[in-house]
């Protein structure tokens, strides 16, 4: 990550002197300009600056979409998907102004087909309000990133999260989407069915491609079971091999974990302030089995095994719903028990993925490398499919400190390249990540130009993001 690559690019201030013109016209008080609208649909959640919208709609239909669209397409000014603000690498930021689309009021539920587990959603919608309103059909969407993020959002950053090592990232639950395009229509990317051979898979092209290619107006999602009998347990260990090596032994017995977390000694040492528990602070495993009243003991009983042989501490699981929402509610809270190690400095969040026979070397090398230049910097991993998070903590007025954080972030997204691995294995590219897209890709990014410039020949559709166009 680089400030120079969070450039400010050329404004098309006729454009948008109209544009904002026809949707005030259209739309009254649901198009705002207001100065602290547009600050709130900027980026907050990095140490990016924020590069304000000109406009805010606060869209409630695919026609309002659509009608935006096309006065934006008319014009050549930039039209920015917004669902809740919590993408981590400059998603959000309107980098040649523009208009940011709103869609939290388009947040229903369109269609549950329980019989074939999916369902179809606007994009507004967030993980946690869409598994309310399913809790009742015996149904849950799995995809679980730390924030309570908006499905559409999660959708173009192609999202996962502590369930991925079971269920999946995005990728493999978006059945289809519809989406506006740069000439104002609406496409429909897939039908229900499980599976096809129809043409270009379209799906996954709007699937993490950061609202570059259009807007999201639906999404159509894979639904799962929720299992009769549900377990999780901790288990601490004297080394990160040691608690890697029980996450490549668990794998490869083909034992169906649901989440397998790996926190190191100083998020441990974080969680256990910040939540109020009282765990070893030590490399920790949390984990979760899904399952039936028969599966779940057997998986925790042989997973106990496994521990034991790396040296781990007892496996300490329990099938009490209560205990195990503080457990999860403790991993999903590490960014804000993270920031509260020293709530005076700024917190850059970066993450990279390797295969997971690296694991271990990646996450030993980062923490040696964290204490050789005294950084800040707790750990925390998607350990089942070697994805892992740094949230660097750092005094964003220094101009040295910034210095050693973005030559600290230049160095793990090396590493995890040297790996085999990959820059981000869930944040998405967005501002932060252009320069390593380059190196992981090679000429790969010349060919998403191509596709870029076919379905956005002016370049609307959140310019500045991914790669830098031309």
Not at 220 to 234: E, N, S
Not at 258 to 268: F, K, S
């Amino acid at each position: 990550m680089a400030l120079k690559d969070a450039k400010t690019g050329t404004r098309n201030e006729p454009g948008i002197s109209a544009v904002l013109g026809i949707l005030k016209q259209s739309f009254g008080e649901r198009f705002q300009t207001g100065q602290s609208f547009r600050e709130q649909h900027a980026h907050t959640t990095t140490y990016i600056p924020p590069q304000l919208p000109d406009g805010v709609l606060f869209a409630e239909s695919a026609d309002d979409v659509k009608m935006a669209v096309r006065a934006c397409a008319a014009h050549r000014v930039p039209v920015i998907g917004f669902g809740t603000g919590s993408s981590l690498e400059g998603q959000v930021n309107a980098v040649n102004g523009g208009i940011s689309i709103d869609f939290s009021r388009m947040s229903r539920v369109l269609e549950v087909n329980a019989e074939d587990l999916d369902c179809t959603v606007e994009p507004g919608i967030t993980r946690e309000a869409l598994n309310v309103h399913l809790r009742d059909t015996g149904l849950f969407f799995p995809i679980d990133p730390g924030a309570n993020a908006s499905i559409g959002g999660m959708a173009s950053t192609r999202a996962s999260g502590t369930n991925a090592v079971r269920y999946g990232t995005m990728k493999d639950n978006v059945l289809a989407v519809t989406a506006v395009t740069a000439n104002g229509e609406e496409i429909r990317t897939a039908r229900r069915a499980r599976k096809s051979s129809a043409g270009y898979d379209l799906t996954r092209l709007f699937v993490g491609a950061e609202g570059t290619l259009g807007i999201l107006t639906s999404v159509t999602l894979r639904l799962q079971a929720i299992p009769q009998k549900i377990a999780g347990g901790v288990c601490a260990f004297p080394s990160i091999k040691a608690a890697c090596d029980a996450v490549i032994m668990t794998i490869q017995m083909g034992i169906p974990v649901a989440r397998i977390e790996l926190l190191d000694a100083v998020q441990m040492r974080a969680c256990n302030a910040y939540s109020g528990l009282s765990y070893a602070e030590s490399p920790t495993l949390f984990l979760e089995f899904h399952g039936t009243d028969e599966t779940v003991p057997l998986q925790s009983a042989a997973f106990a095994e496994i521990a034991a042989e790396c040296g781990g501490s007892e496996f300490l699981w329990t099938a009490n719903a209560e205990e195990r929402t503080k457990l999860w509610k403790a991993r999903h809270n590490a960014y804000f028990s993270a920031r509260a190690l020293a709530p005076g400095l700024a917190a850059l969040s970066t993450d990279v993925c390797v295969p997971i026979s690296r694991l271990a070397d990646c996450v030993s090398e980062t923490q040696a490398d964290i204490e050789e230049h005294g950084l800040l910097g707790p750990i925390v991993g998607h350990a089942g499919d070697g994805n892992f998070h740094v949230l660097l903590l750092f005094d964003d007025k220094s101009a040295g400190d910034i210095a050693r954080a973005e030559s600290f972030v230049e160095r793990l997204n090396r590493r995890a390249l040297d790996m085999d691995g990959t820059c981000t294995g869930e944040h998405g590219i967005g501002q932060g990540k252009m320069a390593f897209l380059e190196q992981e890709l090679g000429g790969s990014v010349d060919l998403m130009r191509q596709v870029k410039q076919a379905l956005d020949p002016d370049g609307i559709f959140n310019p500045g993001k991914i790669f830098h166009q031309g």
